[in-house]
Structures are given as C-alpha cells and as structure tokens.
C-alpha cells in the first residue's frame, strides 16, 4: 500500500453530515479551527442525503482541492458511505479521519476516540495510523463493503424499520424502538450460512469484523479490524421466547454460552434464504439475500488514537 501520510500541514476534504445535533457540529468546528491553527487547508462538503458522502468520497474533489486527507463527520452509516466511495474509487490510500457524531459510531470506539477535539486532532496530525480490513458483501445487485458489523435475520429486519426520520428524532433509541416492532410484528424465517463448506441452518446471522455491537456490547470479544477474519454468531432457534435470552446474553457477555448460539471464524460465509430478505451493513439495509459477505483484499486507512495504531 502506497504511503499517503506525511509529516506536517495537509490539505483535508471533510465530509459531514448536516443533520447532527448541534453539539456535534461544535465538536467538528472545534476540530477543524485546531488543523488550520496546524496550517491544514480543509473543504467542507455536506450530505443532503442517502448516498451523498459515497458520491463526494468517489468524486473529483480530491483532484480538484488538491486533499491528500479524508476527515468524515456523522455517524457509521455515514463512514459506510464514504469508505465504499473510496473503495469504488480505488483510492484507499488515503488516510481517514473521523469526528464522531450522528446516531451510533462503533468504528470511533474501534479507533479509540472519544468526543475530545484535541484527541481527533492530535491522531491526525501526529502520523498515528491504522490499517483496517474490510468485510465485503457481494449480491446480484453489486458490491458493498462495511467497517464493523453486518447481520441477517432479526437484527437487519429490525434496521429495515428505522426510518432516517426516526433516527434523526430518537438517535439510537430509534433501534430500540424499531426492535420491539419487530419482535412483536415480525416474523422468523429460516437462513442458510455456508461457512468452510458446512452449511448451517439458523434464524440469525451477525457478522463481527470489529467486536463492538450497538454502543459499547461485546459480543465476539476476538473480533479486530485489524485481522483478516471474521467472527460469525449464528443463532439457531430464532423466537419471541429465545430472543429475551440472546438480548440478555449479549449484554451480559454470556452469549456464547447460551445453547442455539454458535460461535465461528472464517474469512467468508455465504448466506441464503427467502429471496429479497434485507442485510444489514452498520446500521443500514445495504443488500437483499443471496449474498456473499467476505473479507475484502484491500484495506483502508485510518487515523486512530496512539494506544490503538498499528504503524505500516
């Protein structure tokens, strides 16, 4: 991988998403009043909706503003976005920057950030960097990739259910309250996961590439966007009477020893079921059953705090 990062001033496009709260553009603003007290040249560019931070990642503008640096504003779904525009774009060898905010931001936690300017700041201005795989999702339609976690089943058919309304008036109690609508309204289908050639039948799929699931839950205390593997949660018997008791384990850190859960590693999994079924990808409904989620053969670069760099 080619070496982007360089020692002193850069020139930045940062993407941002304008529906954050107001503390949240505080934190941004903070950010980027630090860089260019460091001489940084930075070119803001907004969201105005679904797929716009894929569009400006894949864009011109890199060329156009001359920016060696990707900083992105917003939460998961948002990252999402940008990184599949650099991975479509063939550009992920630019270094990104994140500034947490939005709904939910599990790669922030991944990466060590906090809502700190001077943390994000100094992450990026200090060469401290980190090399993240990616996980890939392949279907008849195209390719998308995502950062953390994916999952079929209950988990993607509850997501389907948050509107972007909803989650820009409830934040992450929209999933929460898109959860209860499916245990009571949903139904529970039955999934095929091929993983090393075995096939299993469950109810459930969650696809770990980063261990940390809504907020701060481990579920796969191994998972690590750092290795080129996955960790698979299958869930066998998928009920209004074992859903409770999943819940409680994955809060609890007692998942894996509840009976009809499976734990597994493998770097690909192809999953199948009722066609058209949704998957989720970080928040977001990205694809429709059949896919193929595997790790990706090229990895991104992000900025990170010191204790969780890995130098390349």
């Known amino acids: 991988m080619s070496q982007v990062y360089k020692y002193g001033p850069k020139t930045a496009l940062v993407i941002s998403n304008p529906t954050a709260g107001r503390r949240d553009r505080s934190l941004l603003?903070?950010?980027?009043?630090?860089?260019?007290?460091q001489n940084w040249r930075v070119y803001v560019r907004e969201t105005n909706g679904i797929g716009d931070a894929e569009r400006i990642a894949s864009s011109g503008d890199f060329e156009q503003t001359g920016s060696d640096v990707l900083?992105?504003?917003?939460?998961?779904?948002?990252?999402n976005e940008a990184v599949t525009g650099l991975f479509r774009s063939e550009r992920l060898d630019i270094p990104v920057g994140?500034?947490?905010?939005?709904?939910?931001?599990?790669?922030?936690?991944?990466?060590?950030?906090?809502?700190?300017?001077?943390?994000?700041?100094?992450?990026?201005?200090?060469?401290?960097?980190?090399?993240l795989y990616l996980g890939q999702i392949t279907s008849e339609a195209e390719e998308r990739i995502f950062l953390v976690t994916a999952g079929v089943g209950f988990d993607a058919h509850a997501v389907s259910r948050v509107s972007k309304n909803l989650k820009r008036l409830h934040g992450k109690t929209a999933y929460v309250v898109a959860g209860l609508f499916e245990y009571v309204l949903g139904s529970f289908p039955t999934y095929?996961?091929?993983?090393?050639?075995?096939?299993h039948s469950v109810g459930s799929i969650l696809v770990?590439?980063?261990?940390?699931?809504?907020?701060?839950?481990?579920?796969?205390?191994?998972?690590?966007?750092?290795k080129p593997c996955f960790e698979i949660g299958l869930f066998t018997n998928v009920n209004r009477?074992?859903?409770?008791?999943?819940?409680?384990?994955?809060?609890s850190g007692f998942l894996p020893k509840l009976k009809g859960f499976n734990l597994l590693s493998s770097k690909e999994i192809i999953l199948k079921g009722p066609v058209g079924r949704p998957v989720q990808a970080d928040g977001d409904?990205?694809?429709?059953?059949?896919?193929?989620?595997?790790?990706?053969?090229?990895?991104?670069?992000?900025?990170a705090v010191a204790k969780h760099s890995n130098a390349f």
């Open 192 to 199: 095929s996961a091929t993983i090393v050639g075995q096939q």
């Open 98 to 131: 994140l500034v947490p905010s939005g709904t939910v931001n599990l790669l922030a936690s991944e990466l060590g950030f906090t809502n700190s300017a001077k943390s994000i700041v100094d992450a990026m201005t200090k060469g401290t960097r980190r090399s």
């Open 29 to 37: 603003d903070s950010v980027l009043d630090q860089l260019k007290g």
């Open 71 to 79: 900083i992105v504003s917003g939460g998961d779904g948002t990252v």
């Open 285 to 303: 409904i990205v694809a429709k059953l059949p896919v193929c989620i595997s790790i990706a053969k090229k990895t991104a670069s992000f900025f």
């Open 208 to 226: 770990a590439n980063g261990k940390y699931f809504s907020g701060r839950v481990v579920w796969a205390p191994k998972a690590d966007t750092g």
């Open 241 to 251: 009477r074992s859903l409770p008791i999943y819940v409680l384990g994955m809060v």
